[in-house]
């Protein structure tokens, strides 16, 4: 497989900063993470029932209320600064962190 992603040099997708992340917070405890689009999924089916429909229906019948809705659950979940720590962890140098984020 080749992505986008792939043909850029030095670049780490979103998913796997996520997912790090995700293990981190695991660490200690004794059941693995759930993976974020599971997480996803398990959240918009909750809503899904919640509103009267199915989450077998086609993904272009889930209203945008939903949606919107798990987005919120999922963006307070997550650190505001998760990027900018992923940034700052991988420079070696102030000056090269003011390089990355400037």
Do not use: H, M, N
């Not at 900063?17 to 405890?29: F, L, N």
């Not at 974020?36 to 089916?45: N, T």
């Amino acid at each position: 497989r080749s992505g986008l992603i792939q043909w850029v040099e030095g670049t780490v997708p979103l998913f796997s900063v996520y997912r790090d992340w995700q293990a981190r917070q695991a660490e200690g405890e004794e059941q693995q993470p759930v993976r974020p689009s599971d997480l996803f999924y398990e959240k918009v089916a909750r809503e899904l029932e919640e509103a009267g429909l199915s989450a077998s229906a086609p993904r272009k019948d889930w209203p945008r209320e939903v949606l919107k809705k798990v987005y919120q659950q999922l963006v307070g979940e997550t650190p505001k600064d998760l990027l900018q720590r992923q940034l700052w962890c991988s420079c070696s140098t102030p000056a090269e962190v003011w390089a990355k984020t400037a």
